[in-house]
């Protein structure tokens, strides 16, 4: 069976050639999700309710990279006195960050079969995401 000229036209007007990859919950864990920060509450012993209020009140300028990581931890976090110290706390946060190798993969075997360019796109604020970058 062959195309039609039509068919050919509307096959080569609609073939794709970028995919737009979001990082967070794609390529990667979520960087700084709430599980996340349920788990750092945890591991720092911090009251995870006033975390995740302080959070909530931040994270928006913070993504916005109207904060650096530190300001906005100082605000989260470090707004008292801790046993540990922000650059640990910062380890935590950069150890959430976990690839997912099936997607990965697979990302890399429809770019290499299809000729694709790929576009990775993210939310995430500066800090968080020039580490996982």
Request: charged share 30%; glycine share 6%; hydrophobic share 40%.
């Amino acid at each position: 069976m062959t195309l039609s000229t039509e068919e050919k036209t509307m096959k080569k007007a609609t073939a794709i050639t970028c995919v737009f990859l979001d990082i967070g919950g794609v390529l990667l864990t979520d960087g700084w999700g709430h599980g996340s920060r349920k788990l750092a509450a945890k591991a720092f012993d911090l009251n995870p309710e006033e975390m995740e209020n302080r959070h909530n009140q931040a994270f928006d300028t913070y993504e916005l990279c109207k904060l650096t990581i530190e300001e906005y931890l100082s605000r989260v976090v470090f707004y008292e006195e801790r046993p540990f110290t922000p650059a640990q706390f910062r380890k935590f946060i950069f150890a959430q960050s976990k690839p997912y190798p099936k997607m990965i993969e697979l990302v890399r075997r429809l770019k290499a079969r299809y000729g694709l360019k790929i576009v990775v796109v993210s939310n995430e604020a500066r800090g968080l995401n020039s580490h996982r970058i």
